[in-house]
């Protein structure tokens, strides 16, 4: 499968219907690329620039066309923006001389950049999981731009064992001979979405090797102080920005909506109310049928659930 033969908008109609979309239209967006803090960065602009502006930023191992199903939904009133962060996607990677930098603190400065990129005085922040964390540091940074923001089943607390479950499905395919074998993992781990929607997905989170094989367009490179440290320390370091993460997420005031897969393995319900118990403007909503990935394996929902959302506070 090469990039010139792949019909897009075939596949997204096929992943749509698959989903249980009604979209009014199957719609692409736009590719567009912009440098910024060092490195190229990729982003979809779904079009109706006139409407409330939803920048959306993805979590760890996935890309900005994660929203995609989410999208088709949402696009006729809001103008969708997702970014592919740092090392994910087709944005570059973090080059060899800052890899001793830390990455949370890169991508922090991306976003920063990137919006002031955009150049738009309001606009609503959402973010999954890893994407969902820069959301959280941004909007306690740099409010003043902020009507709202949106923060997809993550906490400064997250379950382990969910997270060892990713972490080892990513290492079990780290390269495969054919797309489909991806696609036939794909399947087993996530069984609870349609193979038609997984196709879709694994078409733009995957790249050929040199040898003809496939592999994740994620950059997974340790970066090199990391590999220096023991166990104590990085536990250490985990537990202070785990402190840190929790005030600058009770420093958020604009109105923010948590959303918590009720399949989740990474976002507890304890800890999903404590989030927004210690909010002064949180909401939570649980999505039904749906994992850490909230927004993929129940879009219609997730989209449904923004919109009421975005209704009530922007008007």
Do not use: C
């Not at 940074?141 to 400064?156: F, K, N, Q």
């Not at 496939?214 to 785990?242: C, E, I, M, N, P």
Request: aromatic share 8%; no cysteine; proline share 4%.
């Amino acid at each position: 499968m090469t990039a010139d033969s792949i019909d897009y908008a075939e596949l997204m109609a096929a992943a749509a219907k698959a989903a249980g979309l009604e979209p009014k239209a199957i719609v692409i967006p736009t590719d567009h690329y912009v440098r910024l803090n060092g490195i190229r960065l990729h982003y979809l602009d779904w079009g109706n620039e006139h409407l409330p502006h939803v920048v959306l930023l993805h979590g760890g191992s996935l890309q900005a066309h994660t929203w995609d199903m989410a999208a088709l939904m949402l696009r006729d009133s809001y103008h969708l923006i997702a970014l592919s962060q740092r090392g994910h996607g087709d944005t570059e990677w973090t080059p060899d001389e800052d890899l001793d930098k830390d990455n949370g603190d890169l991508m922090l400065e991306d976003t920063r950049q990137f919006i002031d990129h955009l150049g738009y005085n309001h606009l609503t922040l959402v973010g999954m999981s890893m994407g969902g964390m820069n959301t959280i540091r941004y909007a306690a940074r740099h409010p003043e731009r902020l009507d709202a923001v949106g923060i997809v089943d993550v906490a400064p607390e997250t379950m382990r064992d969910g997270q060892i479950e990713m972490e080892a499905f990513r290492h079990e395919t780290e390269t495969l001979d054919r797309f489909e074998d991806f696609l036939a993992r794909a399947r087993k781990f996530i069984p609870h979405r349609a193979p038609e929607h997984l196709r879709y997905s694994l078409t733009h989170s995957l790249k050929p090797t040199e040898d003809g094989r496939y592999t994740w367009k994620q950059d997974h490179r340790r970066r090199r102080g990391d590999r220096q440290l023991s166990d104590d320390v990085r536990a250490a370091a985990r537990a202070q920005r785990a402190d840190a993460m929790w005030e600058d997420l009770f420093s958020i005031e604009q109105p923010t909506i948590l959303f918590r897969g009720a399949w989740s393995k990474i976002l507890s319900p304890e800890v999903a109310r404590r989030v927004v118990d210690g909010m002064s403007n949180a909401r939570l909503v649980e999505i039904p049928r749906a994992t850490h990935n909230v927004h993929s394996d129940n879009p219609k929902d997730f989209a449904e659930a923004l919109d009421e959302f975005l209704s009530d506070v922007l008007a």
